[in-house]
């Protein structure tokens, strides 16, 4: 570790010689070249790759001559045949050809049979659970900064790498994170492990900040391994929301990120790659993944695994294949299966093709666990309700509250109907209308409980958390307090994820995620007898207004006129006896309950039909 120069510690840092983690250090990259000694006129290794790098240090770069780690060269041992791994030497035998003189083929070998190009600028071996690396790529153009990637003086859109998921900088970390843990002066262990499967495409920023809202992270850690926090409808590129931090994400929860996830071939570093091929005795080996998380690991650790798989259509979730021998379900199903009656687990699937991926692959192990089959691929074709937003109905399961969430319902959004197998129940419906009632109900979640012989809860969702929001699609309240649900009243009996409690900026701690959203709905609807219930949330405190309309239009009785209602659950509930403002009985018949909330210009109203 150095004592001077840029990434130096020392002064008021317990060691004098650790790195100081918010100083950027810097190292030049090299090309991905092979390490194989050109032989020009066959075109081998020749002309040298450009354009493309890979994480090692460039041999014109200052700290190449103390970091180097020597390696052998690689030679062909017969120059007439072919470039493969039975005719390459790389065990420092040097073939006479190489050093022979007028050889056609010789291109330039300098005497030493060993080179220190290839070394990696981080290496293996030196980090340990909790290591955060953030980092980005700079270009220069004869010695001219030209730009970086990811932009750090943005946050979103980060155009040029392709990326939604809104950070100043590429991270990485090593799992688990032990700086949470309470010997380093943490709150404790993570117990759920977040495997963002829809890398570059969003749903890591979409997590993050549902994370922040109810309470999954603490304040001191918001922004820590993305470099910025702000609360909703300000300019998150605005400098004074930026921070600089170092840290590994969440509080309750840890983060592992899978790259290029959309595609079959490229994708790499999945949740499997542990149980990858091990080809001892080849040139692969170790060389395989060492990132992963081992099954041992996951199962010392977390107690929850919650998989978000974004709206991508076409995955190849679980492996293994001939190509990706990374064997993904192995080890999702050994972490479930890994439960006892004192320790369950939880896995928490939420994804538009996580189950059509299963479906695909006769994939019984995983949707076994999960107790669903497929049923439809794609909701709007199935039900024939192209509406831009539906309802998103959830059970008792989710909560009782009376919530109703919405759901972005377009072509680019296939939205899983799904089928409960088994233990399965359904956790929520997606909207009933359409125009083939047939085919209704349309079952958007399936949860599985513990049973005598199996301990964990597992919970499937068809949809892709970005699409999920408050009623009407026109908020994201929706999408918190769903969360919050989930991981109060599901995995809650697991672990605590969600704290006691939200805590967001925006909306005060209340306790149930209902606070989240604005929301009415009815109960006692019919009404037989007795009174109907009118039950109201409100994302912030407004003045409100609840009026009852027959058919006509007519005005038939008022329960609120502008009156000021805190956030959230309004308790006790309005109600509604069936009688008319001069406090006659109405007539049997259908009339409507306009909900109006003045401040957040939520608008709504509800069928009801009264029979007594």
């Known amino acids: 570790m150095p004592t001077t120069g840029p990434c130096a510690g020392g002064g008021a840092l317990s060691h004098a010689q650790r790195w100081d983690e918010l100083t950027w250090c810097n190292a030049r990259m090299d090309t991905a070249d092979a390490n194989l000694l050109p032989i020009e006129l066959r075109g081998i290794n020749t002309p040298v790759q450009v354009g493309t790098y890979a994480t090692m240090y460039h041999e014109d770069d200052k700290h190449l001559a103390a970091l180097g780690i020597a390696r052998n060269k690689c030679f062909l041992v017969d120059t007439l045949l072919a470039a493969n791994s039975s005719n390459i030497v790389c065990d420092g035998t040097v073939p006479a050809w190489v050093t022979a003189s007028g050889v056609p083929y010789k291109t330039g070998y300098d005497g030493n049979p060993t080179t220190v190009e290839g070394t990696k600028i981080l290496p293996d071996g030196i980090f340990t659970p909790g290591t955060h690396v953030e980092y980005f790529f700079e270009k220069k153009e004869g010695g001219v900064f030209a730009a970086t990637v990811p932009d750090t003086n943005t946050v979103w859109p980060q155009n040029a790498e392709s990326s939604f998921d809104a950070h100043r900088w590429q991270q990485f970390s090593v799992l688990p994170d032990a700086w949470k843990f309470t010997t380093y002066g943490g709150l404790g262990k993570a117990c759920m492990l977040y495997v963002d499967w829809n890398d570059r ?150 994804g538009d093709a996580y189950m059509e991926d299963l479906d695909a692959n006769g994939n019984t192990a995983i949707s076994s666990i999960l107790s669903s089959s497929l049923r439809e691929a794609s909701y709007l074709r199935f039900s024939g309700n192209n509406k831009a937003c539906i309802d998103l109905i959830p059970t008792s399961v989710i909560t009782t509250n009376g919530d109703i969430y919405g759901i972005r319902n377009t072509c680019l959004q296939t939205l899983d109907v799904l089928r409960p197998e088994g233990d399965g129940v359904p956790a929520s419906y997606y909207d009933p209308v359409g125009a083939n009632p047939i085919n209704a ?48 009243n ?92 001069g406090g006659r009985q109405v007539s049997r018949g259908a009339y409507f309950v306009s909900v109006k909330y003045a401040n957040s210009r939520y608008d709504t109203s509800r069928k009801m039909i009264v029979l007594k």
């Open 201 to 350: 495409n969003g749903t890591e920023r979409v997590w993050v900040s549902v994370a922040d809202s109810i309470g999954a992270t603490s304040a001191a850690k918001r922004g820590a391994h993305n470099g910025w926090v702000a609360p909703s409808k300000v300019d998150i590129n605005d400098p004074a929301y930026f921070v600089n931090k170092n840290a590994q994400p969440g509080t309750t929860w840890d983060m592992y990120g899978c790259k290029a996830a959309e595609s079959l071939n490229s994708q790499s570093g999945t949740i499997g790659a542990r149980l990858a091929y091990r080809g001892l005795g080849t040139f692969l080996t170790d060389h395989w993944a060492k990132n992963a998380p081992t099954p041992e690991m996951l199962e010392a650790y977390y107690n929850i695994m919650m998989i978000l798989t974004g709206g991508l259509n076409t995955l190849a979730l679980t492996g293994p294949f001939d190509d990706r021998s990374q064997d993904d379900t192995e080890v999702i199903k050994q972490f479930v299966l890994a439960g006892t009656s004192l320790n369950h687990r939880g896995l928490f699937v939420q």
């Open 441 to 488: 109900p349309y079952v958007a979640g399936v949860f599985t409980d513990v049973t005598v012989d199996n301990h964990w809860q597992a919970l499937l969702d068809g949809f892709d958390t970005f699409n999920l929001r408050s009623r009407l699609c026109d908020k994201t309240y929706g999408r918190l307090a769903y969360f919050w649900n989930v991981y109060t």
């Open 490 to 581: 599901i995995f809650g009996k697991i672990c605590s994820v969600a704290g006691t409690g939200p805590q967001t900026v925006e909306v005060p701690n209340n306790s149930n995620g209902s606070a989240f959203v604005d929301f009415a709905g009815i109960g006692n609807n019919p009404l037989r007898q007795g009174s109907a219930v009118i039950n109201l949330t409100l994302a912030k405190a407004d003045r409100v207004t609840v009026k009852i309309y027959d058919v006509s239009g007519r005005l038939v009785r008022t329960l609120a006129d502008g009156q000021m209602f805190k956030a959230g659950k309004v308790d006790p509930a309005l109600t509604w006896d069936g009688l008319d403002n």
